[in-house]
């Protein structure tokens, strides 16, 4: 009835689902006991507030589901003697699990401190630097990276030879950087995330990529496997941990798949959120105290004009779920 592709997705998803589900529920009794709960900045929307002391670092529950099921899947895989085309999957995921050990230091670094900062914003850029760079040099070294870019909409395309690099790290940067700042609602970025994975299972299973259709897997497994203990009112937040990885597992799904074009409409709402608050805090210098938004990032923004959070996540899946058909006419429809 179903062959073997879509067997092994199935039961990657639900694995990973499972896993975050079971995970979450051993964890958030443990983050409760040893007191490690958000602090909320009096910067922040003041109905925010009532969040104080939800626990945080969820992320590590659906990281660790993540690379269990996949441990499982590369051994199956080895064994049958078909492992030599997830290269770009095992460095994908390792992409991914060095930026959410990024935000777990950064989460760890919060509680310790009992404040909500973490490690500066430099030392954080630094590091996802460097590990975008990794990840660009080792994925073109494999072969797996190709300076050829797919021009949206049309059959042609453009060799940006050594300028491909340079270009790709400062995407896989800042899309990254985007998924962190999308979470900031019950729910947003697990509901993004899912779309995007949701996404790129049609996209894997229209051109048989068993490695996309992993990454896919994981990203809606572990969305809706969270977002039960996430959705509005959160019981758990993900903290950087989980955002970090959400947001690199997406850019890095779509580099992996070898169009890093396409990411960027994958990932659109991550780069609005991006964006919104790179654009405020540019605004408000150039015009000395003036705010281009109510709040930023964008979300808080709409936040702030009387929309529910149940709203904001709804009204940026409709638009995510928009960007992501527009990514499959600009690259697929022919």
């Not at 009532?50 to 895989?77: C, H, N, Q, W, Y």
């Not at 004009?305 to 928009?322: A, M, P, Y």
Request: aromatic fraction near 14%; charged fraction near 10%.
């Amino acid at each position: 009835m179903f062959d073997e592709f879509t067997v092994t997705f199935i039961i990657a998803l639900l694995s990973v689902f499972l896993l975050t589900v079971v995970a979450e529920r051993i964890l958030i009794p443990i983050l409760r006991s040893h007191k490690l709960g958000q602090t909320i900045l009096d910067i922040g929307p003041r109905w925010h507030k009532s969040k104080e002391g939800t626990p945080i670092m969820g992320g590590i529950g659906f990281i660790l589901a993540a690379m269990i099921t996949m441990a499982v899947f590369f051994v199956f895989r080895a064994v049958s003697g078909n492992s030599s085309d997830f290269v770009p999957l095992s460095l994908t995921l390792a992409f991914a699990v060095a930026n959410g050990a990024i935000g777990f230091v950064d989460d760890y670094c919060k509680l310790v401190k009992k404040q909500n900062e973490g490690l500066t914003r430099m030392q954080k850029l630094l590091l996802q630097l460097v590990i975008s760079a990794g990840y660009v040099c080792i994925m073109s070294y494999t072969g797996n990276m190709h300076t050829v870019i797919q021009i949206p909409f049309t059959e042609g395309v453009i060799d940006l030879g050594w300028a491909y690099y340079p270009i790709a790290v400062t995407v896989l940067t800042g899309v990254v950087n985007g998924g962190n700042i999308t979470d900031g609602i019950d729910g947003l970025a697990s509901c993004i995330t899912c779309v995007i994975g949701i996404f790129f299972a049609v996209v894997a299973f229209s051109f048989a990529d068993t490695s996309l259709s992993m990454v896919s897997a994981i990203l809606v497994g572990a969305s809706l496997g969270f977002l039960i203990y996430n959705f509005h009112p959160a019981r758990v937040f993900m903290g950087d941990t989980g955002s970090l990885f959400f947001g690199a597992l997406a850019i890095g799904g779509a580099f992996g798949f070898g169009n890093g074009v396409m990411g960027l409409l994958v990932c659109a709402v991550f780069i609005l959120e991006m964006l919104s608050s790179f654009l405020q805090i540019f605004y408000f210098k150039l015009t000395h105290g003036k705010r281009l938004f109510k709040m930023a990032p964008i979300h808080h923004h709409f936040e702030q004009c009387g929309w529910s959070e149940n709203q904001v996540v709804l009204v940026f899946s409709l638009v995510e779920i928009i960007f992501c058909i527009l990514a499959w006419f600009a690259f697929f429809a022919r």
